[in-house]
């Protein structure tokens, strides 16, 4: 009785695959946020400038002067 063939390059990058996918996860848990609370945070922020930039009494953006 033999076993199957195992192509061991192919073995060893799905073992580094599963590897590198493993501490991904473990530094994106570790460090970051995830995409979606970036998306978010990312949407949030420009609704707040963009409703600031609506208030704004100069609509070109400069102080006005004294002169």
Do not use: C, F, I, W
Not at 11 to 33: P, V
Not at 38 to 56: A, F, I, V, Y
């Amino acid at each position: 009785m033999m076993g199957d063939v195992v192509n061991l390059n192919q073995y060893r990058k799905k073992r580094s695959r599963r590897k590198d996918r493993k501490r991904a996860t473990e530094n994106r848990a570790r460090h970051g946020l995830s995409q979606t609370e970036r998306s978010t945070n990312r949407r949030e922020r420009e609704h707040l400038e963009q409703d600031l930039e609506g208030k704004r009494l100069d609509p070109d953006g400069e102080p006005p002067t004294n002169s």
